[in-house]
């Protein structure tokens, strides 16, 4: 139960720090998109950073997940194209709807029903993707 809650606490954080830094406004999506602001980029630069110093910590100190395995990171197998292509997928979603997964439930909380169609509709390609991987070069 305490696992729990440590990840609800740490959601709820998230939450905070998405709206308190305006990541979650789809005006100010939609000006990084626009290339209007670097506001946005600076959140994503600023990520890219912790997320890199956070895979190296965990690398050199060998930690270990919450069950005791340790902690792997995989290299991307080529062709990269694939990866290409996923990454402009979720690019025009992004830019269609103004919000990424995290920021969905971020403007959901804030009362943001529409939010609700977005989420199906990532769910609901998350479930197709599901279906047809099989049937997908990888």
């Given amino acids: ?7 609800i606490l740490a959601g709820i954080l998230f939450g905070i720090v998405m709206s308190k830094s305006e990541a979650v406004s789809w005006y100010r999506i939609q000006e990084m998109f626009r290339f209007q602001s670097f506001h946005m980029y600076g959140i994503i ?4 950073v912790l997320g890199t110093i956070s895979v190296w910590l965990i690398k050199r100190f060998k930690l270990k997940d919450t069950e005791g395995l340790p902690l792997v990171f995989k290299d991307k197998q080529p062709p990269y ?6 990454g402009v997928i979720f690019g025009l979603g992004w830019a269609l709807t103004g919000a990424c997964p995290g920021p969905m439930f971020v403007n959901l909380g804030y009362g943001y ?6 989420i199906i509709g990532a769910l609901a390609g998350t479930y197709l993707y599901g279906v047809i991987k099989n049937k997908l070069p990888h």
């Avoid at 029903?113 to 977005?118: D, E, P």
Wanted: net charge positive; no cysteine; glycine share 8%.
């Fill in 1 to 7: 139960m305490m696992k729990s809650v440590k990840f």
């Fill in 81 to 86: 194209l694939r990866y290409i292509i996923g």
């Fill in 45 to 48: 630069g600023t990520a890219v």
């Fill in 113 to 118: 029903l529409a939010m609700i169609v977005v």
